[in-house]
């Protein structure tokens, strides 16, 4: 599984998984989701689907997308969505919330848990479902100091279900490494060239490269830390390397894990 990149309204969207339990608590939160003690729920981010296939894994885990019933879990969810990603200018960032609604005219918003719609958060003249296909919703976490984006910090607006977002960041190997097994599969393994270019095409897609807006994506491949041999993590067979000039270079050390990059589609 690799990152996959669109563009929404200027913004760049993780999602993220609300547990349906009633019953959660700091100490039953599994790393790496963060605690609300207001909803007594947990929260983590994750990146890089559209709508549905995001409300899908979301299942998956017992959870669904976001609801937001109070300005005060509105700003939780807005500062956890941009938790361990630079604020970089060029990169607003938006985040999928549950709330959606049918593809008929004048149709009613809901959120996907089932929970009532108590709270409204719409930005200035949202929604306004821009060519007539916006019917889900994203939360702008960060105006990153343009005051014409100000207005829309923190604020909702509708936009397309079916745009995958921009993901530009994990929090390390492993954690996409379990995302994609949830979904059935593994980072993908690269066994030609013609497949490199394939993926860093796709890792790019709907969105211009710029330095700040878009990094490198995960692969498969990794070292093993005993016999220091680079395997794919799904089992293949290592039959195509595509190092970058001077890589691998094991920076510090540490450097076990592989990703490529969509600008000279090399591996670092």
């Given amino acids: 599984m690799n990152k996959i990149s669109a563009k929404v309204a200027e913004t760049t969207t993780p999602w993220r998984i609300r547990p349906i339990s009633s019953s959660t608590h700091p ?15 947990c929260y983590k981010n994750f990146f890089g689907l559209n709508f549905d296939d995001a409300e899908r894994l979301c299942r998956t885990v017992g959870g669904h997308l976001t609801s937001i019933h109070t300005s005060t ?25 549950g709330l959606t609604r049918p593809d008929i005219p004048n149709s009613n918003w809901t959120w996907t848990d089932g929970t009532e719609v ?3 958060a719409w930005a200035p003249k949202q929604p306004d479902d ?12 960060d105006a990153h100091a343009n005051l014409t984006m100000a207005l829309f910090f923190r604020k909702w607006e509708d936009a397309e279900c079916s745009l995958t977002k921009l993901a530009f960041f ?23 060239f013609l497949e490199n270019d394939f993926v ?27 016999n220091n041999n680079w395997t794919w993590t799904d089992g293949t067979e290592v039959d195509i390397l595509a190092w970058a000039p001077t890589e ?15 600008l000279n589609r090399q591996r670092l």
């Fill in 200 to 226: 860093a095409e796709l890792a790019k897609s709907g969105k211009p490269y710029t330095s700040c807006c878009f990094n490198t994506t995960w692969i498969d491949l990794r070292r093993d830390p005993v």
């Fill in 248 to 262: 691998p270079n094991n920076g510090l050390g540490i450097q076990r894990c592989v990703s490529v990059s969509p």
């Fill in 27 to 41: 100490a039953h939160c599994d790393v790496g989701w963060a605690y609300y003690d207001e909803t007594d729920s």
């Fill in 170 to 192: 994990w929090k390390n190997f492993d954690e996409a490494e379990g995302v994609c097994r949830t979904l059935g599969g593994h980072l993908t393994s690269i066994h030609s």
């Fill in 130 to 141: 821009f060519r007539g296909v916006e019917r889900c919703t994203v939360l702008n976490s």
């Fill in 118 to 120: 108590d709270f409204l």
């Fill in 73 to 97: 879990e509105n700003s939780f969810v807005g500062e956890l969505a941009k938790s361990g990603i630079a604020p970089e200018k060029c990169c607003e960032l938006a985040t999928w919330i």
